[in-house]
């Protein structure tokens, strides 16, 4: 029995992917709802029906920007400039490390003098773009951030927006002062699964929403990887997990509910991950002979050597080169016993919020997952929804029915390429619409929504240390 005709026989039906003109799509937003958040959706029943929107600008102006941090996030950004060139030129970059800073470079053929070391150079010269795309790393966020809004550029700037709320703050009072365009890369908004899951909510496809169940599954080798050897492992160098990793998911429960957060309550610690956990004979590195390597999960050796999971962070000449990525391991902070490090991020971690209305919402993120993906629940008072973030259903109470999202946007040639479910490049379109038009509702991720939605993340720290409920000021 092929797929399709079990879904019928089930009763669901999932359709296939339809690729909509951009300039159609904005003469053609559903009413109430900001470009950035129209989707051509219809409920029909027994499926759901959806046209995705080209990942083409409505718009005809090409953007001109400068990538400082050309790493895995600002080589995505930027590839967007080379599937659509006519909307997106990049004309300089800047990066700390002479081979990425030169490798994209000569990919987008940016001049000599355009090409920048420390990000501060590039304030040294007079504007040459008209946007700074800001993916460093995150202590390295607020201060480019504020120095490019006063040189009169706008940004697009990878989460979390800075370390602080403070500083959060600071970067909205700057955006108004100097009447500047900032979005976040919250790119699960601009990902067609999570815009129809919020189109189902707020068509009434449930009736009123009550609550949400949400979780961030980090997938045990990753949390590894990033929250106990890599970049994130530690909350004072970076932040808190609950924004480095999970500020997307606190984003997606506010955008959902569409209620201010007035509490939040939150727990968890680092469980595993520390000294006193080490099996006994555990040298400090996965390489120096440590009779455990061949059954541990987290063992460097497997994760970057066998499976070749994870290996954008070392610049390798070959990624099949077992030697290079060996050689990596034993000379990088990766190749360290994960109960070694000098982490101190938690290993699980759980909040539950309130809304006004007397909405609620509860989020988990955990490590010891085999999986990543969101999971969510959405309980309304006529129906519920359940998705794990690529499918997800609706059930309706007194019919009995169900309905159906199945779209994989990879299926749609242009979306290839496009990380988080197609969000990545879908964001990257909207921002380059929202300068074109010095528009900035032409974003979902307003630095308004943005910035609210990190406080709850500085929230839900405050109340895990306090073991407290906290408010959340807006």
């Known amino acids: 029995m092929i797929r399709r005709d079990f879904l019928k026989r089930c009763g669901l039906i999932a359709t296939g992917v339809a690729l909509t003109d951009p300039m159609a799509m904005a003469s053609e937003m559903l009413g109430g709802t900001s470009p950035a958040e129209a989707a051509d959706l219809a409920f029909d029943d027994g499926q759901i029906k959806a046209n995705i929107r080209s990942l083409t600008p409505s718009t005809n102006k090409q953007i001109t920007a400068i990538v400082i941090g050309a790493g895995n996030r600002g080589r995505l950004y930027a590839s967007y400039a080379e599937r659509f060139p006519d909307h997106l030129k990049i004309v300089g970059v800047s990066d700390i490390l002479e081979s990425r800073k030169n490798a994209m470079g000569d990919k987008h053929g940016i001049p000599q003098e355009h090409r920048f070391g420390h990000y501060r150079e590039v304030f040294e010269v007079p504007k040459f773009a008209d946007v700074v795309i800001i993916s460093t790393p995150d202590d390295k966020h607020i201060e480019p951030c504020l120095k490019a809004m006063e040189f009169g550029y706008d940004v697009l700037l990878e989460k979390p927006a800075a370390q602080t709320e403070a500083e959060c703050r600071q970067i909205l009072a700057h955006t108004k002062k100097y009447n500047r365009i900032v979005a976040i890369c919250h790119v699960l908004r601009y990902a067609p699964y999570f815009i129809a899951l919020k189109h189902a909510v707020a068509t009434g496809e449930i009736g009123e929403l009550v609550n949400i169940q949400h979780m961030e599954p980090i997938q045990y080798a990753h949390m590894a990887h990033s929250y106990v050897r890599g970049n994130w492992r530690s909350e004072k160098a970076t932040t808190p997990i609950i924004l480095a990793k ?108 309130t809304f006004e209305d007397g909405k609620t919402a509860s989020f988990t ?110």
């Open 246 to 353: 999970s500020c997307h998911d606190l984003d997606i429960i506010r955008w959902i509910v569409d209620k201010p957060c007035l509490t939040i309550a939150a727990d968890g610690s680092l469980h595993l991950f520390k000294k006193e956990n080490a099996p006994e004979g555990a040298p400090l590195r996965c390489t120096d002979g440590c009779p455990h390597e061949s059954t541990c999960p987290y063992s460097a050796i497997d994760i970057y050597v066998n499976r070749k999971q994870h290996l954008g962070v070392f610049d390798l000449k070959d990624r099949k080169d077992e030697n290079e990525i060996m050689e990596k391991i034993k000379t990088t902070g990766y190749g360290r016993c994960v109960y070694h490090c000098d982490n101190d991020q938690p290993d699980h971690y759980v909040s539950q919020m």
């Open 365 to 474: 993120m955990d490590a010891f997952t085999p999986w990543g993906g969101r999971r969510t629940r959405i309980m309304g008072t006529t129906g519920f929804i359940e998705g794990d973030g690529k499918t997800f259903t609706v059930y309706d109470f007194r019919s009995n029915k169900k309905k159906v999202w199945n779209m994989d946007v990879v299926d749609a040639e242009e979306y290839k390429g496009s990380g988080h479910g197609g969000g990545d490049f879908a964001l990257v379109r909207d921002f380059i619409e929202a300068v074109a038009t010095q528009d900035s509702s032409r974003l979902s991720s307003t630095i308004e929504a943005s910035i609210e939605s990190h406080i709850m993340g500085f929230a839900a720290e405050k109340s895990r240390k306090s073991d407290k409920k906290a408010k959340v000021k807006l």
